[in-house]
């Protein structure tokens, strides 16, 4: 099949990939671009584990096609950090124990910060219903709402 170059950008590095159009962006972000935070789940839009955002939008890499994301920008879990040095909503889930196996963290921290961009003090209720794209098989989702509820009062939201 013909491929398409696709040109964007990944965690702030411009990237050109050799696709086709049926090849998945979550595919081209792992097993091209070597960018291995966002999980392969389902592959069916349910479980969350493939979260980026693309041009500022919380998306499901394997929803969409990777020629959909040419010119884009993507940003994964794995660009949060600087450097060494973890992001805040990171360090909250490593504080208080917001993963185990981490198969849906990347996701799950993607998500945490588009609610705390847009809702810096949010109630656990709101927190649960920020995560309703994202499962967790692990962990019973609770030290996840609490580091979420953490990085809140660590910004200087919530108490
Ligand atoms: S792998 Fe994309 S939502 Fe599950
Ligand atoms: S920590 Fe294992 S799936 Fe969430």
Request: hydrophobic share 40%.
């Amino acid at each position: 099949m013909a491929e398409h170059e696709v040109e964007l950008t990944v965690d702030g590095e411009a990237a050109s990939v050799a696709v086709e159009p049926r090849t998945l962006l979550v595919h081209a972000i792992r097993d091209q671009l070597g960018v291995t935070a966002p999980k392969i789940g389902c592959e069916t839009g349910k479980c969350g584990a493939c979260t980026v955002t693309l041009d500022g939008t919380l998306v499901k890499s394997c929803m969409l096609l990777a020629v959909q994301a040419e010119g884009g920008t993507v940003r994964t879990a794995a660009g949060m950090a600087d450097g060494d040095e973890l992001h805040p909503i990171q360090q909250a889930f490593r504080a208080t124990h917001g993963l185990q196996c981490g198969y849906c963290t990347p996701g799950m921290l993607l998500a945490a910060e588009r609610l705390l961009a847009d809702q810096p003090n949010p109630s656990r209720a709101e927190i649960r219903s920020a995560l309703k794209g994202n499962i967790c098989r692990c962990t019973g989702y609770q030290h996840i709402v609490d580091a979420i509820e953490r990085a809140a009062a660590d910004a200087g939201g919530a108490p």
